[in-house]
């Protein structure tokens, strides 16, 4: 297909072809179903002139695909550079191309004549969250002709995700045995996560906080007007009737939709509204800020699983990188498990979160250990780099200012 003909193209047109190639039920699985009934019927070898069919198949579809995604660049897709890269439109859900990277990317792809658009294509094993995090170091080092300064951007996007997550897990880990500690011990009732800042504006904060942030924001609380506040941080009163628990924070937030439910039902409500009711409770319960956080959990506990369903065969995944790979799982397993403690705080989700918390936490840091140490080193190159161009800019500025003052000069 040639350029003209390829821009005369409907893209949309060309990924239904592809699909009806490689797609499920489609000619790629027919083949395989044919060779393999061939197979046990021991007549595979009068299907060999037709066997190159299979991975044509394959070709054609990703190379329909990729003049697809060329098309959508051209008309200012987003998805266009992830498209072209290998994704399918089900794997963009798992998050966004950033728009720094976003248009380096796209602009690639639609000039491919002029630049080798090689280095976006997804590489074996590699996940979308993978491919977002490699895309903008790789796209630095195009740019700047420095492989190294690159690695650098890369290297320290990672890192900011370590330095963003690593953290919060040891806490949990760490806080949430004290937790239990407290519970099998003195019998105190377990708090759902992220809700510090509620419990201090009820004058209720931890004591392993500094006395003069609890008073302060006791005060804070006892300023704000009794509806906002609890808007912000869940109404103690359903808690107390549905829960019953004395704080909203200590509430199991499904026992208080089924309680508020049944009462519906027998109120004569139907199971619509009875389920409506249970769930507006558990939510006024949970006040915005708990609900919240229980939608940023479960927002990355479906992320992180899509990226470990992109990693494929579970074996293979950890072959290639053992490390990165348990990160990823016990990634997954922690987020959900903190989903859980923040919904019905109690011994089981807190016990669970603490274990995935450090297994993640130690997993994060073996994982990136090597660009830890290498990190300094490749930021000073990068920093002699960057002088060693500033030096010949500014002996290319002082040059050029010669040349012209000698232009000007008519006595030169």
Same mark, same amino acid.
């Given at each position: 297909?040639?350029?003209?003909?390829?821009?005369?193209?409907?893209?949309?047109?060309?990924?239904?072809?592809?699909?009806?190639?490689?797609?499920?039920?489609?000619?790629?699985?027919?083949?395989?179903?044919?060779?393999?009934?061939?197979?046990?019927l021991?007549?595979?070898?009068?299907?060999?002139p037709?066997?190159?069919?299979?991975s044509?198949?394959?070709?054609?579809?990703?190379?329909?695909?990729?003049?697809?995604?060329?098309?959508?660049?051209?008309?200012?897709?987003?998805?266009?550079?992830?498209?072209?890269?290998?994704?399918?439109?089900?794997?963009?859900?798992?998050?966004?191309?950033?728009?720094?990277?976003?248009?380096?990317?796209?602009?690639?792809?639609?000039?491919?004549?002029?630049?080798?658009?090689?280095?976006?294509?997804?590489?074996?094993?590699?996940?979308?969250?993978?491919?977002?995090?490699?895309?903008?170091?790789?796209?630095?080092?195009?740019?700047?002709?420095?492989?190294?300064?690159?690695?650098?951007?890369?290297?320290?996007?990672?890192?900011?995700?370590?330095?963003?997550?690593?953290?919060?897990?040891?806490?949990?880990?760490?806080?949430?045995?004290?937790?239990?500690?407290?519970?099998?011990?003195?019998?105190?009732?377990?708090?759902?996560?992220?809700?510090?800042?509620?419990q201090?504006?009820?004058?209720?904060?931890?004591?392993?906080?500094?006395?003069?942030?609890?008073l302060?924001?006791?005060?804070?609380?006892?300023?704000?007007p009794?509806?906002?506040?609890?808007?912000?941080?869940?109404?103690?009163?359903?808690?107390?009737?549905?829960?019953?628990?004395?704080?909203?924070?200590?509430?199991?937030?499904?026992?208080?939709?089924?309680?508020?439910?049944?009462?519906?039902?027998?109120? %004569? $409500?139907?199971? &619509?509204?009875?389920? @409506?009711?249970?769930? /507006?409770? *558990? +939510?006024?319960?949970?006040?915005?800020?708990?609900?919240?956080?229980?939608?940023?959990s479960?927002?990355?506990?479906?992320?992180?699983?899509?990226?470990?369903?992109?990693?494929?065969?579970?074996?293979?995944?950890?072959?290639?990188?053992?490390?990165g790979?348990?990160?990823?799982?016990?990634?997954?397993?922690?987020?959900?498990?903190?989903?859980?403690?923040?919904?019905?705080?109690?011994?089981?989700?807190?016990?669970?979160?603490?274990?995935?918390?450090?297994?993640?936490?130690?997993?994060?840091?073996?994982?990136?250990?090597?660009?830890?140490?290498?990190?300094?080193?490749?930021?000073?190159?990068?920093?002699?780099?960057?002088?060693?161009?500033?030096?010949? %800019? $500014?002996?290319? &500025?002082?040059?050029? @200012?010669?040349e012209? /003052?000698? *232009? +000007?000069?008519?006595?030169?």
């Open positions: 297909m040639s350029d003209s003909s390829k821009r005369m193209a409907n893209p949309e047109d060309m990924e239904h072809l592809a699909k009806l190639l490689d797609g499920r039920g489609n000619l790629r699985d027919k083949l395989d179903e044919a060779f393999t009934r061939a197979s046990r021991g007549v595979g070898d009068k299907l060999g037709i066997k190159p069919l299979r044509w198949t394959d070709d054609t579809a990703v190379d329909l695909r990729r003049r697809a995604a060329i098309l959508r660049a051209e008309n200012g897709d987003p998805r266009a550079a992830a498209l072209y890269a290998g994704f399918r439109p089900e794997d963009l859900k798992a998050g966004e191309l950033p728009p720094d990277a976003m248009l380096i990317a796209n602009a690639a792809i639609a000039n491919g004549d002029k630049f080798d658009a090689a280095w976006l294509q997804r590489k074996p094993g590699e996940t979308y969250q993978d491919w977002l995090q490699r895309i903008p170091g790789d796209a630095v080092g195009k740019i700047s002709g420095n492989e190294n300064l690159g690695e650098v951007v890369s290297d320290y996007i990672d890192l900011t995700a370590l330095v963003s997550t690593v953290p919060g897990a040891f806490s949990m880990a760490a806080l949430g045995t004290w937790k239990l500690y407290k519970r099998f011990r003195h019998g105190d009732l377990m708090k759902a996560p992220g809700t510090t800042l509620a201090i504006l009820k004058g209720q904060g931890s004591k392993l906080l500094p006395a003069r942030i609890r302060l924001g006791a005060q804070i609380g006892r300023s704000t009794p509806v906002v506040l609890k808007i912000l941080t869940g109404s103690d009163t359903l808690a107390q009737l549905h829960g019953g628990r004395l704080h909203a924070w200590e509430a199991n937030l499904l026992k208080v939709g089924k309680n508020m439910g049944a009462a519906s039902r027998v109120a %004569g $409500a139907s199971r &619509l509204g009875a389920f @409506a009711s249970g769930a /507006g409770g *558990a +939510l006024r319960t949970a006040g915005f800020w708990r609900a919240t956080g229980i939608g940023g479960v927002l990355a506990t479906g992320i992180g699983a899509v990226d470990v369903y992109q990693e494929g065969n579970p074996v293979d995944a950890f072959k290639r990188d053992k490390a790979y348990v990160a990823k799982v016990s990634g997954v397993a922690f987020n959900a498990s903190l989903t859980a403690a923040m919904v019905a705080p109690n011994p089981v989700t807190f016990g669970a979160a603490v274990v995935t918390g450090a297994v993640y936490g130690v997993a994060s840091i073996v994982d990136n250990w090597e660009k830890v140490k290498a990190f300094p080193g490749k930021v000073a190159d990068a920093g002699a780099w960057a002088g060693k161009k500033i030096g010949e %800019g $500014a002996g290319k &500025l002082v040059e050029g @200012a010669k012209l /003052g000698s *232009a +000007l000069n008519p006595f030169d």
